[in-house]
């Protein structure tokens, strides 16, 4: 045994598993708080549910995601957080109202995107958030959790019959509450975080053509990065021709921003070192691809205006745009740098991630074990000017989770393993 590894983890060094391990059961206990009625609600930062904001679709899959995560880890609880069948309720909760509750539209199918009190609030069908559905659903599938099976039937018929367009091999983006209307943006971010989506869908036991689907958007995502320098377009017109300058007045959109942004380079790093090591052989160049976008978005991102932390967005030469730093792209930093290390063993990686987990430790992680800071200012003070509050546990604690599940196709696969 490393004795001074051995060391480190006894004092839970940032980073090591007793130190992740905590991050885990804290963010349990401080999501917990957002059930509602209706799913689950967006918390401020106190881990109250923020009566100003609707209940939103994307929020209560994605906490149903992360019960389902933290029921099949089976960890023991910090005080006051979830107990097993504590979190067994919360999951069944999380599938209970998205399929009898006033988030799906019995009339039409699929799902609005917000309700507030019980009413639709926002009544468009958003390929975003349905791409959450099927992740709630299929961890909720392979955590066993009841009903989940018939969720994720129904999410992925209506992405069947609504969002995957076969002649492009991509998603669209949004229709209107009869699916009558099709809107002409076509974006990046839900198409990545469908990628997610049908791996895991895959990873349940839902065939093979979703991943085969999955594979089909990242092969035209690599072709839009490698002709930018590996920094990846975000927003499309209705034939997917890139239109860089979308949004070039409204920079810090939080989900359509203008520019490159770093934090989806990294991202779809990981997806791209997934499925190209998850398959019967590994794909060379799916590999490849991943480690150039994740080093273009470490270069471009890092302490780029001098101070620590990854800024938000940067124009088209890689100069910082937005220089908030949102916890969310640290999040994915770490879960790409811990991914690429475990696939190459190249030292870098695990350099870059210890500096990951040391800035976490000291500018995100709560000292008083509450949910991640979602946002600073480019001086690392706490910032709201796009994500006020910390609305949902699903970015940090998959960056808590993701050394454990080392090789897996989906987060719920790898913790299911640790049964086996």
Not at 106 to 114: I, L, M, S
Not at 223 to 235: K, N, Y
Not at 379 to 406: C, E, F, K
């Amino acid at each position: 045994m490393n004795v001074v590894g051995s060391a480190r983890e006894a004092a839970a060094y940032p980073g090591g598993q007793a130190y992740r391990r905590r991050r885990r059961v804290e963010l349990l206990r401080f999501a917990q708080g957002a059930r509602v009625d209706e799913g689950f609600g967006y918390l401020d930062d106190a881990g109250e549910v923020d009566p100003g904001r609707p209940v939103e679709l994307y929020v209560t899959c994605r906490m149903t995601h992360v019960f389902g995560l933290g029921l099949m880890a089976g960890e023991e609880p910090v005080p006051g957080g979830p107990t097993e069948s504590e979190l067994t309720g919360l999951a069944a909760h999380g599938v209970s109202a998205l399929l009898d509750g006033p988030l799906r539209d019995a009339e039409h199918g699929g799902w609005f995107a917000a309700v507030r009190d019980g009413a639709v609030d926002v009544a468009t069908k958003q390929a975003y958030a349905h791409a959450f559905v099927v992740l709630a659903a299929s961890t909720a599938r392979t955590a066993g959790i009841p009903r989940a099976d018939e969720l994720l039937e129904a999410a992925l018929a209506v992405q069947e019959s609504r969002f995957w367009d076969e002649q492009q091999g991509m998603v669209v983006e949004e229709w209107d509450a009869s699916w009558t209307d099709l809107d002409p943006y076509r974006g990046i971010n839900s198409a990545m975080h469908t990628v997610e989506a049908y791996l895991a869908a895959w990873a349940a036991g839902a065939g093979p053509r979703w991943r085969e689907r999955a594979l089909r958007i990242a092969a035209r995502v690599v072709d839009w990065a490698a002709e930018r320098s590996w920094r990846i377009p975000e927003h499309f017109d209705t034939d997917w021709t890139p239109l860089p300058e979308h949004n070039k007045d409204r920079p810090a959109d939080p989900f359509r921003p203008y520019g490159a942004t770093v934090g989806h380079g990294l991202e779809w790093s990981r997806l791209l070192v997934t499925l190209a090591t998850t398959g019967d052989e590994v794909d060379a160049d799916l590999l490849e691809a991943g480690i150039r976008l994740a080093d273009r978005a470490v270069t471009d991102g890092w302490a780029a205006d001098g101070q620590d932390g990854f800024v938000y967005t940067t124009d088209w030469e890689g100069t910082p745009v937005v220089r908030e730093r949102m916890h969310w792209v640290l999040t994915e930093a770490i879960a790409t740098s811990t991914v690429l290390h475990q696939v190459t063993g190249r030292a870098a990686h695990a350099v870059d991630l210890e500096r990951w987990w040391a800035y976490a430790d000291r500018h995100l992680v709560d000292p008083q074990g509450l949910s991640w800071r979602h946002e600073l200012d480019q001086d690392n003070t706490p910032s709201a000017r796009t994500w006020p509050g910390r609305p949902d546990a699903y970015h940090a604690y998959q960056a808590a989770l993701v050394a454990d599940v080392p090789g897996a196709a989906s987060f719920a696969r790898g913790v299911a393993s640790w049964a086996g």
